[in-house]
């Protein structure tokens, strides 16, 4: 199913009181239209050789600017582990090779090289920094996070949906700093915040009908101009919790990209670049796919295509985010010109390198020279040692707590495919609990954008081959949603199944991960609600009835209704038990062991008919 499914999902509060008490470069290049800059363009500087795109102190008509930019961070900030720590490249002759990639470290250093020789050089961000973090960043609130981004020197960054996890308070102090309202200060220093701007254009408070943080911020550098606007998208309060959205109101994409942009250019400032916490799928899962190469098929889609293309051509970058996909494409906007539109994957794996060519005599881009490049952060340079010591720091605090074992599987434990291997141990590790707490309860449904990484049997440290530590299981949940227990009728739990694949889930399904007993079937050859068979669905072996009620465990965001599934927060008898963590620790530990350690669940509860 479309990546999207694994960027979606909110945390409702944190386990850190409780918890610390207890304790490369390879290319692709996506160009514009091939036309040639004019003669004069000559004039330029020399920095670096490119005769007139004056890289030194020169002051000529034309100004190369370079603009790095990354997305979807979520607080990785040691290499991600598994498939969530590679990229895929194609090869010349067509063959695929696989890369491992990302860590702050590395991604440091990567940008620091990509810097050198560039005085006019400006680092962007597409949004989800923090949120849905491992437990080094996530268990200190993401202030890890934005300490490593201030070393980084990261610009700006928009607002993604994880940026409200915590709701806007949090947010205002990740932006201003202090310490945390309920923890307090973790080291002996105050925390200080991000030294860069968070925009948010179209999250407005309730109340004063004006944006909760700045909408946009201008970078300036001998006499260049480049504005940024910044959104997440629209839709952020169906897949965060109602208490992170509490109090606030997100508007239309283009409607307010469209309306700063005019402001911007009211200031002077006729160069924008629009960051966009909205994205699309690639036609290519590989990194270095190029979606403008002639017989590259349907280069990329979803919601940032009409996006983009409704954006005023005002506009002349995109960068976004959101999708966790890679691409660097070209977009038409509505003046039918070819515009560029990228993302960077996620987990700090890649960065885009893209030349904005600055028009010093109309303030502009000049549009038909716009060249844009994703690189994969490789982990064969030489880790930036700034950062290997904030992540030893931060590590000498979680420690304790991280490394603890709490179970043992037998191989990797993997969350890819429609139904997965760990979204099928989750759901039953919610079940047992379920169970423990109530004997009637029938099943468990988990949401698979709630599953953040996969159980690697390989260490991640020197725990040992096949121990799931505490970080690891936290990696896996970060959100600290708890376990709900709910009673649906039979036809409520059947519209449930229908809803994974019809409504605002039609376009981009979202499965639903189910505890063993509960079977099905799902056909993707039909179209809306009809894939979900529903003369197929057993529990038990015996058909779901519609009259019957059936006493369901899932975790708050889903007994809620999150992520379009509005029949869920209509269950009735309502119990809210511990956190889902917990959930799953107490499975592992009670159902593992060094000697008979878990195997990955055979993922057949589903029948996909393709």
């Not at 799931?468 to 709900?484: D, G, L, R």
């Amino acid at each position: 199913m479309p990546a999207t499914a694994q960027s979606h999902q909110p945390r409702r509060r944190r386990r850190t009181s409780r918890l610390l008490v207890a304790a490369a470069t390879v290319v692709t290049a996506g160009a514009l239209a091939a036309a040639a800059l004019p003669a004069s363009a000559s004039a330029g500087g020399h920095d670096r050789g490119h005769g007139g795109h004056g890289h030194g102190h020169g002051q000529g008509r034309y100004q190369d600017v370079q603009l790095l930019s990354f997305n979807d961070l979520h607080g990785n900030l040691e290499p991600p582990a598994g498939s969530s720590g590679r990229v895929t490249e194609v090869q010349p002759d067509g063959t695929k090779k696989t890369i491992d990639a990302g860590g702050i470290e590395y991604l440091a250093t990567h940008l620091r090289e990509a810097r050198k020789g560039n005085r006019y050089s400006v680092t962007a961000a597409g949004g989800d920094m923090v949120g849905a973090s491992p437990l080094l960043s996530g268990l200190f609130h993401d202030e890890p996070t934005v300490e490593a981004l201030n070393k980084l020197d990261l610009d700006v960054t928009s607002v993604g949906n994880h940026e409200f996890d915590e709701g806007a308070g949090e947010l205002a102090r990740l932006q201003n700093g202090g310490c945390h309202p309920t923890e307090g200060c973790y080291t002996d220093q105050r925390f200080k915040g991000a030294d860069y701007p968070y925009l948010a254009a179209n999250v407005l408070d309730e109340k004063t009908k004006k944006p909760i943080l700045k909408p946009y911020w201008v970078w300036k550098r001998g006499g260049v101009k480049v504005g940024f606007i910044g959104v997440t998208l629209e839709g952020t309060p169906n897949i965060v919790s109602a208490e992170g959205v509490k109090g606030l109101k997100f508007q239309d994409e283009v409607e307010t990209i469209n309306k700063y942009a005019k402001e911007l250019q009211r200031q002077g400032v006729k160069s924008i670049v629009a960051l966009i916490h909205e994205g699309g799928f690639p036609a290519s899962s590989d990194y270095n796919y190029d979606c403008d190469a002639p017989g590259a098929g349907a280069g990329v889609s979803g919601p940032i295509v009409d996006i983009a293309k409704n954006i005023t051509p005002q506009v002349d970058a995109l960068v976004t985010g959101h999708t966790h996909n890679a691409y660097v494409c070209t977009i038409p906007d509505p003046a039918g010109n070819p515009r560029m539109v990228t993302s960077a994957s996620s987990f700090g794996r890649l960065y885009t390198d893209t030349t904005l060519t600055y028009d010093r005599r109309t303030g502009d881009i000049a549009r038909t020279s716009v060249k844009s490049a994703n690189h994969v952060v490789t982990r064969d340079v030489p880790k930036a040692p700034d950062m290997t010591r904030l992540i030893g720091r931060w590590n000498t605090l979680a420690a304790p707590i991280g490394n603890r074992p709490i179970g043992y599987v037998s191989a990797d434990v993997n969350r890819d495919g429609t139904e997965s291997p760990l979204g099928d141990l989750i759901a039953d590790a919610q079940f047992a609990y379920g169970r423990a707490q109530d004997p009637e309860t029938d099943l468990a449904l988990m949401n698979p954008g709630g599953i953040r990484a996969p159980l690697t049997y390989a260490a991640s440290g020197a725990e040992g081959d096949g121990v799931v530590t505490y970080a690891e299981a936290f990696t896996v949940q970060p959100f600290a949603n708890t376990v709900n227990l709910k009673d649906y009728t039979g036809a409520q739990l059947i519209q449930v199944l229908k809803e994974q694949v019809s409504g605002p889930n039609e376009a981009a399904p979202k499965i639903l991960q189910i505890s063993s007993g509960l079977t099905y079937t799902l056909d993707l050859t039909k179209s809306g609600a009809d894939r979900v068979v529903t003369d197929s669905i057993r529990l038990n072996g015996a058909p779901v009835d519609p009259s019957a009620t059936y006493r369901v465990a899932s975790n708050s965001f889903l007994a809620g209704g999150g992520d379009g599934f509005t029949t869920l927060g209509q269950g009735t008898n309502e119990r809210v038990g511990d956190d889902d963590l917990a959930a799953f620790e107490q499975y592992l530990t009670a159902n593992s062991s060094a000697t008979d350690p878990i195997a990955p669940p055979a993922a057949d509860r589903i029948t996909v008919v393709r």
